[in-house]
């Protein structure tokens, strides 16, 4: 659609014309993007928190022992017996893991995967006994996995010989600092002294019940030949149930959980927010496009007569109606990049006096370009009614009647 330069110049001068008009539209417009670039950046922030505090410093997938389902062999004919064997016995070992851990490496969508050995342990300290998971795992992937490196807070990550890392929140509980030792005992009451090397914060509660080991040191420590699970963390987290069924797939002597069907709850809630998120939008633009469609098709009614004369002088209908739609794409770009400013001001004013929210906005060209791209949009469809209008007009009955 090629614009001629004396419709773009009567587009522009109608707007200044009707400064009070133009005015009340620009603002509708510039608030009407500020919110929403406002609020995406504060959805996504949360977001954004919400996954790192729950997922973050976790494993997005995990491999774990198959469910031994028991047959019966025989079948009684007349005896009714009762029998006490569950319907599903959990397998406490992968042996023949290797496979399993190689082709989950090789995939180009895992950005680490390390093997673990997981079990229950007992702290000893005088006559008190605290529960804790012990878990053994490969020190440069399992760091990847549970970020460490980032979450430690005292000593240095080394996982070697008897050394263990301990949650901030044990070492508080036990008065323990980094070179302290403790004995641990397993579930079997077998125990052995380790030495605490660092100690980390994972965010959590559940997550700060762990104490990190090396593997071979785990496997020695429960007696185990094989290891307890793979876990392995996705470069793309919202795609990791995706590949957990992919990899199930290939493998039917395993299970495979995702991130996804363990947080079901929190699913859910992202999927309100971003509802809620998306209805706000819907409003806000329902109201800016009606707003601009008031005031320019109450324009094309008090223009009608200028209308009328441009006609008669040899604006055809596509010219008169390509005024209300210039009208229409100025105020949405115009009123696009103010709401931009007014957002970035209601971001900048929301980090500095934030007071007791932990979380960052969410600031990206998505966040940024699609309130833009809707409003124009808004104000380019809103603006079809009075160029429609402009369009029909006849110049001999406007300058008759007009």
């Known amino acids: 659609m090629i614009v001629r330069p004396y419709e773009f110049m009567i587009a522009r001068r109608f707007l200044v014309k009707g400064k009070l008009q133009t005015l009340i539209i620009l603002t509708g417009i510039a608030f009407g993007v500020s919110v929403q670039f406002f609020l995406l950046s504060l959805i996504g922030g949360l977001q954004d928190d919400l996954i790192e505090r729950t997922v973050g410093a976790s494993p997005h997938i995990i491999v774990l022992p198959a469910d031994v389902i028991p047959v019966q062999t025989w079948k009684p004919e007349k005896e009714i017996r009762e029998t006490r064997e569950p319907a599903i016995t959990e397998k406490q070992e992968i042996l023949s893991w290797q496979n399993y851990f190689q082709y989950l490496k090789n995939l180009s969508e895992i950005k680490a995967v390390s093997p673990i050995v997981e079990g229950q342990g007992f702290i000893s300290k005088g006559d008190a006994s605290y529960s804790i998971i012990v878990k053994g795992i490969d020190q440069a992937e399992g760091a990847k996995i549970y970020n460490l490196e980032k979450n430690l807070i005292f000593g240095r990550l080394d996982l070697t010989g008897n050394s263990i890392l301990l949650s901030k929140t044990t070492a508080e509980k036990l008065q323990l600092t980094t070179g302290s030792r403790l004995f641990i005992q397993n579930q079997k009451g077998n125990g052995d002294l380790f030495v605490i090397t660092g100690i980390f914060d994972l965010g959590s509660a559940a997550a700060n019940s762990v104490v990190f080991t090396s593997l071979e040191r785990a496997r020695s420590f429960f007696r185990l030949n094989g290891i307890s699970s793979i876990e392995a963390k996705v470069k793309k987290i919202f795609e990791a149930e995706k590949i957990a069924t992919s990899i199930g797939r290939e493998f039917n002597r395993i299970k495979i959980d995702s991130w996804q069907s363990r947080n079901r709850e929190l699913l859910t809630a992202l999927r309100s927010q971003s509802m809620s998120s998306s209805i706000i939008q819907i409003l806000v633009v ?105 369009s029909k007009l006849s110049p001999i009955e406007v300058i008759r009647y007009g």
């Open 286 to 390: 329902i109201s800016i496009s009606l707003a601009i469609a008031a005031v320019l098709g109450i324009s094309a009614i008090q223009k009608s007569r200028q209308l009328g004369i441009l006609k008669a002088m040899g604006v055809d209908n596509r010219g008169a109606a390509l005024i209300f739609l210039l009208q229409g794409l100025i105020l949405g770009f115009l009123g696009s990049v103010l709401g931009i400013l007014i957002g970035y001001g209601m971001a900048y004013a929301f980090v500095q006096g934030r007071g007791m929210v932990t979380f960052d906005l969410k600031i990206t060209w998505f966040n940024l370009i699609s309130p833009v791209l809707i409003a124009i949009l808004a104000s380019a469809l809103a603006s079809l009614i009075p160029a429609r209008r402009a």
